[in-house]
């Protein structure tokens, strides 16, 4: 299979704890980018990287949320103090630069109780 | 500020055509994407329209873009149960080169 890939698929987290996810893009892909799902929405945007550059973020990472992609393969999405609000589907997507098609991966989701 | 808007629902008899309906706001939006959700799954890559085109056409797909009115829409012929899934109608290109505006979605359902 050599679509994007995230792990887990479903995590399950007690408030205050952190929590990390990892995504896997496509191998040819440099861009990767991360977005947030709440039931019945569409995904937000969230952040993305150009190779292991971060290039843009959203208001809505909040400082509790860091996103790294150190070698400029797979990247993790990392939450740290979890709050209910932040109980959604994380999903990975990844592209060739300058190339507007974003193929998508299967999402984490995350459950906050 | 950017905004896709389209209907919250859709119900279709199988055989029949199927039309999905989105508008947007932002008319520097260089490409126009409809994605397809099944429960539990991530969102499958449908279709895109480059800005600069009226339609485009893939096998039971149709997509017609109205610049003007900025209306983005998707049909889709002979619908079958399989095609039972959340479209997302959505934008790139505009404030952003990068990133993806997508709107609620249009939960499909095939009658028999």
Redo the contacts between chains.
């Keep these: 299979d050599t679509g994007?890939s995230q792990n887990p698929r479903h995590k399950i987290t007690k408030r205050g704890q952190n929590v990390t996810f990892r995504c896997d893009p496509i191998s040819e892909h440099n861009?990767l980018?991360w977005?947030r799902q709440t039931l019945?929405?569409?995904?937000?945007?969230l952040t993305?990287f150009q190779n292991e550059a971060q290039?843009?973020k959203?208001r809505l990472l909040s400082d509790r949320f860091s996103a790294e992609r150190p070698k400029g393969s797979f990247s993790t999405l990392e939450i740290q103090r979890t709050e209910q609000g932040d109980s959604a589907m994380y999903?990975c997507?990844s592209s060739l630069a300058d190339h507007?098609?974003?193929?998508?991966?299967?999402?984490t989701r995350l459950t906050v109780t | 500020g950017e905004d896709?808007e389209q209907s919250l629902f859709l119900s279709v008899r199988e055989g029949d055509s199927s039309v999905i309906n989105c508008t947007y706001t932002d008319s520097s939006s260089?490409?126009l994407y409809w994605?397809k959700q099944e429960p539990g799954?991530?969102?499958?890559?449908l279709t895109?329209i480059f800005s600069n085109m009226d339609m485009k056409q893939d096998q039971r797909l149709t997509v017609l873009l109205n610049k003007k009115d900025k209306h983005l829409s998707l049909r889709i012929a002979d619908t079958q149960t399989g095609d039972s899934a959340i479209y997302?109608c959505?934008e790139?290109?505009g404030s952003?080169a990068?990133?993806?505006?997508?709107?609620?979605?249009t939960r499909l359902s095939i009658r028999p």
Excluded: D, H, W
Excluded at chain 1, 40 to 45: A, H, I, L, M, V
Excluded at chain 2, 41 to 45: P, S, V
Excluded at chain 2, 98 to 105: E, L, N, P, Q
């Design positions: 994007v861009r980018y977005y019945g929405q569409g995904p937000e945007f993305y290039l843009e959203s999903l997507a507007y098609e974003q193929y998508f991966g299967p999402g | 896709v260089t490409y994605y799954a991530g969102l499958q890559l895109y997302f959505a790139s290109g952003s990068s990133k993806i505006i997508f709107g609620s979605g």
